[in-house]
């Protein structure tokens, strides 16, 4: 059984900056996907930032520049560097982990930008 615990979240002015952890546990492999996704109010959970394949990363083009992805393979961590936030970042954030057709997903830490 894999579990995500999120933390870092909080309220910041836009332009300011914020720094995401996940924290992994259980059967974790470095090869599997894995990243943050966001789901702001009234909308579809979408893509952050992941790693696929192990060491490539992806980024929303909404955050490209932005926001940096990075991975702790010897503490099975992932992170997630915000700066430059925008007031539409606001979202609450999920780490997320794939395998084998089966995804697990963390409780989820908010994120608030105020203008």
């Not at 492999?29 to 943050?36: A, E, P, Q």
């Not at 915000?82 to 539409?88: G, H, I, V, W, Y």
């Not at 997320?96 to 409780?107: D, E, K, M, N, P």
């Amino acid at each position: 059984q894999v579990q995500l615990v999120e933390s870092g979240g909080g309220l910041v002015q836009a332009g300011g900056s914020l720094r995401l952890s996940c924290a992994a546990s259980g059967s974790i492999f470095s090869s599997d996907d894995m990243g943050w996704y966001r789901q702001a109010p009234g909308k579809q959970r979408e893509l952050v930032a992941t790693f696929t394949g192990g060491l490539n990363t992806n980024y929303a083009g909404s955050v490209r520049g932005r926001f940096t992805i990075s991975r702790d393979f010897t503490k099975d961590t992932v992170h997630l560097q915000m700066n430059d936030l925008k007031p539409e970042d606001t979202a609450v954030y999920y780490c997320a982990y794939f395998r084998r057709g089966r995804s697990y997903w963390g409780q989820g830490t908010q994120v608030t930008v105020s203008s």
